[in-house]
């Protein structure tokens, strides 16, 4: 070997330990995989990373990271180098390389990940793309919060109570007409809102959805028609539109409008009859073309009976009234929003795919839902959570989390879902038997205040925020 040569491969040397050590730094987690895909090893730094709080090994690695290269690697025997793939809401840069046995087979693989810490060498790009994605998720969220998230093909069911429903919503979207949306809460009058605009000629305008129970009496009207410039001390210089003006030639849903006080019907009233509206402060009058969906659980009939609501701003609001049916009155239709809700659960919780047995769907039948879809799906969210590894989910697994009824004859089965259920007691945590025994409490209250959640509220002692987050 020549002088030349050798000294060729010296610096060769030097250069691949100057690359190994480079790679030790810039890589901080590594994890390796048999040829089944099984995790047996991972290094501790990755582990902590991950939020391991048991060791993941003799798992697949898609239950620890659903999007993983590693399996692609394996299939293809080609390596990954330098990807990105994001883990617990932030980007890395991933390289995955196979291992190869004697005879040339995948044997398994090795996976090397470099995130934003300090000691990676990437953190300038990471850090600058994550907080591009940052940005991104933030403009998405604000767009959908001004667009229609929901379609009418999204809705689950068959049955002939929700059939008419959606007749009635396609054939209210084709006109220029105030909905009147009513229901028990949890009935899904938002959903039904959010597909009415995406089906009429405003779908590409502005959805604004305002809950009316939500906001303090003192602040409702800046909310609805904004602030002028200089109105009060501490207001923007340059004032602040309200949801009418965001609103603009678009959609304004207006949740629980039962909740809504006197003085303000009568400026509602004038933006329905009027087509106009002032700012807080000003003088100076705005015209709108918003079209109003309204929704409410509570009875405004006997409301204007009893003086706390304009009859006027009723008659207007009741212009194409839909009334929205409990689930108790649509049980058919449980197999297919369950079905639909454990999806949804599963895809967002990251949890194995699951559906729901014979028996369960039997069971969740015999219950009265008292808190409708929206009960429905805190208890299959549970049931993922608590039997995530489970493929199905069956009646043993349901039946602690929900009020049993007895099974009823058709003849009987009105008056059953009209009486209250007793908690099952066996397999229930005192935790658990005290949250039935508020949630019956203050199912009773509401009733008793004819859905009116401020009476209801003040019965209970709470605040009406407090009551909203109970329910």
């Not at 995530?388 to 009824?405: C, R, V």
Request: aromatic share 6%.
């Amino acid at each position: 070997m020549s002088l030349s040569g050798f000294a060729s491969e010296q610096v060769r040397d030097r250069v691949l330990a100057s690359l190994n050590r480079s790679f030790e730094t810039f890589y901080e987690h590594s994890i390796a995989v048999d040829r089944h895909g099984i995790i047996n090893w991972i290094s501790d730094s990755y582990s902590r990373f991950l939020g391991c709080t048991e060791s993941p090994l003799g798992r697949h690695i898609t239950d620890l990271i659903p999007g993983s290269y590693l399996p692609q690697v394996m299939a293809t025997g080609k390596p990954v180098l330098l990807d990105l793939l994001q883990l617990r809401n932030q980007w890395t840069l991933v390289s995955v390389v196979p291992v190869h046995n004697e005879q040339g087979e995948v044997e398994g693989a090795f996976g090397f990940v470099a995130t934003d810490s300090p000691t990676s060498g990437m953190k300038p790009l990471l850090e600058r793309y994550n907080q591009m994605q940052r940005e991104v998720r933030e403009a998405l969220r604000y767009r959908e919060g001004r667009s229609a998230r929901y379609k009418l093909s999204q809705i689950a069911g068959q049955s002939e109570t929700i059939r008419l429903v959606k007749q009635q919503i396609r054939q209210a979207a084709r006109f220029d007409i105030t909905v009147l949306l009513t229901g028990e809460t949890g009935t899904g009058k938002e959903l039904f809102a959010h597909s009415l605009h995406d089906l009429s000629d405003r779908a590409e305008k502005p959805f604004v959805s305002v809950n009316v129970a939500a906001i303090p009496e003192t602040l409702m009207e800046s909310e609805f028609f904004g602030v002028a410039s200089g109105a009060f001390t501490g207001a923007k210089k340059e004032g602040r539109p309200g949801k009418i003006e965001v609103a603009g030639d678009g959609t304004l849903f207006l949740d629980e409008v039962g909740d809504m006080p006197l003085a303000l019907q009568s400026k509602l009233l004038r933006v329905l009859q009027e087509r106009e509206f002032e700012r807080v402060g000003s003088n100076q009058v705005q015209t709108t073309q918003v079209r109003i969906v309204a929704a409410t659980s509570r009875n405004l009939e006997q409301m204007v009976a009893d003086g706390s609501f304009r009859p006027d701003l009723y008659y207007r609001l009741n212009a194409m009234p839909i009334r929205l049916p409990a689930l108790r009155e649509r049980l058919d239709d449980v197999d297919a929003l369950g079905e639909r809700i454990l999806d949804d659960c599963c895809s967002r919780l990251g949890v194995l795919p699951k559906s729901l047995t014979d028996e369960a769907v039997r069971l969740l039948k015999t219950y009265r839902w008292p808190g409708n879809v929206r009960e429905l799906y805190n208890v299959l969210e549970r049931a993922c959570i608590l039997n995530e590894t489970l493929s199905h989910i069956d009646a043993a697994q349901l039946l602690p989390m929900i009020q049993t009824l007895p099974k009823t004859s058709a003849m009987d089965s009105q008056s059953a879902q009209s009486q209250k259920a007793e908690p099952p007691e066996t397999g229930l945590t005192l935790k658990q038997r005290l949250k039935i025994e508020e949630a019956r409490i203050i199912q009773e209250t509401l009733q008793l205040c004819d859905g009116n959640r401020t009476e209801a509220a003040k019965r209970l002692g709470l605040s009406r925020a407090a009551l909203y987050n109970k329910l």
